[in-house]
């Protein structure tokens, strides 16, 4: 079965610096998605991604946070000047299309900020 | 932010028990999606509903789409202990198509007892 699949699985990075997590979607899936999860807490969404740009996007995701489509298959959350608060777990998700399509989860990226 | 209470916050049960679990809201829902999650890795689909009255099974899941579109429950039937983990249930709002983005619940950790 196709699946989503993230890289790295676990990124220890100094406060202050940028990290690139990469994801690839399912290959007919035009819709993607990125969430975080704190330790301990619920899923929480940050952006959706159709079409070359952003289709809707939480207060969460605040000028510290981009997203690109950089070729046919990946599909990247960029994090500026890293904080503390900024670790956790960061999934990426993809739909085949709008409306009512299941949105599937890769395993997550754990960002680590020291 | 729209809210999903969800409940229990978590049972601990012996092996061949049945379970349920619920997720409630003052919003209204035109997607309910249950989720598990285990240890380290993402999100896994379990039931996606999409009518109210909706009910629908997977195995031995069973999950219902509340007629007010407000709430939705989740059945796992003789339970056995790979069945452990964290179960989520998501929802989109009802905001005509506008939105994609799945607001979660808080979860449910289920411990089965061999």
Redesign the interface.
Known sequence: EPE?T?TPSHQVTQMGQEVILRCVPISNHL?F?W?RQILGQ????LV?FYNNEI??K?EIFDDQFSVERPDGSNFTLKIRSTKLEDSAMY?CAS?ER???Q???????T?LSIL | GQQLNQSPQSMFIQEGEDVSMNCTSSSIFNTWLWYKQDPGEGPVLLIALYKAGELTSNGRLTAQFGITRKDSFLNISASIPSDVGIYFCAGRLNYGGATNKLIFGTGTLLAVQP
Do not use: A, I
Request: charged share 25%; hydrophobic share 20%.
């Open positions: 989503v993230q819709y998605y969430y619920k899923v929480e969404f959706s289709s809707e939480s999934f739909s709008r409306g009512n299941p949105q599937h989860f890769g395993d997550g754990r």
